[in-house]
C-alpha cells in the first residue's frame, strides 16, 4: 500500500524567499511521486514528477524536488517565492511500473501563503 | 490539444436524489480515474475506467457508479446523496500505453443540501 504525509498544512513565506513544502511517503513497491498545485476553484496542475530516473527533477514555474529513498521523501523547494505561488499544494504517490497506471494516493495538502 | 473537460461546472442537489457528472479525456487518453475531493482534504480515489470497464475501485460505497463510453469520455453516477456526497469531484485521464501521468479536469463542485 501506498501513503503520503505532507508535513505543515499552512506554509507562509515572504516574496523572494525560499519556499520547502514536505512530503514523506510511504511504499511497499518503488513508487512514482507527483507534486500537483492548485490554485482556487481549479483542478489540479501536474508541477513535476519523479519517475525513477534522475533523482532531482525540475517542474515548472522554477520548482525542483529531490527524491530520497533513504529518508522516504519528496519535498518541494523554490528558491524564490512569487506571489503568484500563492495556492494549495499536494503530494501523491502511485506504484511504479511503466505501463501500469495505478491509482494515486494525496497527501492531505499544503497552502502556501506568499507576503509581499 | 483540448486538456480533460469536465461537466457541469457546479451542481446542487437535495439529499436522495441521483447526480451524473461528465468527463472528456485529453486526446489520446484511454483511461479515465475519477476522485472525490472534500473541503479542505486531498483528493481521494473513487475509482478508474479502462475499455469500458472499472479497474480499480476505492473505498466508496456502491451508490457511486460509473460508466466509460467507445469514445473513452466517461459518467460519475452518484445515488441517494447524502450532505457527506458534497464535494469537488474531480476527473483525471492517462494513457494506459504510455503515460506515467494522470492530467485532471477543473473538476464539478457538487453542493448536497
Keep these: 500500500a501506498q501513503s503520503v504525509t505532507q508535513l505543515g498544512s499552512h506554509v507562509s513565506v515572504s516574496e523572494g524567499a525560499l519556499v520547502l513544502l514536505r512530503c514523506n511517503y510511504s511504499s511497499s513497491v518503488p513508487p512514482y511521486l507527483f507534486w500537483y498545485v492548485q490554485y482556487p476553484n481549479q483542478g489540479l496542475q501536474l508541477l513535476l514528477k519523479y519517475t525513477s530516473a534522475a533523482t532531482l527533477v525540475k517542474g515548472i514555474n522554477g520548482f525542483e524536488a529531490e527524491f530520497k529513498k533513504s529518508e522516504t521523501s519528496f519535498h518541494l523547494t523554490k528558491p524564490s517565492a512569487h506571489m503568484s505561488d500563492a495556492a494549495e499544494y499536494f503530494c501523491a504517490v502511485t506504484r511504479g511500473g511503466g505501463s501500469t497506471l495505478g491509482r494515486l494516493y494525496f497527501g492531505r495538502g499544503t497552502q502556501l501563503t506568499v507576503w509581499p | ?113
Design chain 2, 1 to 113: 490539444d483540448a486538456g480533460v473537460t469536465q461537466s457541469p461546472t457546479h451542481l446542487i442537489k437535495t439529499r436522495g436524489q441521483q447526480v451524473t457528472l461528465r468527463c472528456s479525456p485529453k486526446s489520446g487518453h484511454d483511461t479515465v480515474s475519477w476522485y472525490q475531493q472534500a473541503l479542505g482534504q486531498g483528493p481521494q480515489f473513487i475509482f478508474q475506467y479502462y475499455e469500458e470497464e472499472e479497474r480499480q475501485r476505492g473505498n466508496f460505497p456502491d451508490r457511486f457508479s460509473g460508466h466509460q463510453f467507445p469514445n473513452y469520455s466517461s459518467e460519475l453516477n452518484v445515488n441517494a446523496l447524502l450532505l457527506g456526497d458534497s464535494a469537488l469531484y474531480l476527473c483525471a485521464s492517462s494513457s494506459l500505453a504510455g503515460s506515467d501521468t494522470q492530467y485532471f479536469g477543473p473538476g464539478t463542485r457538487l453542493t448536497v443540501l
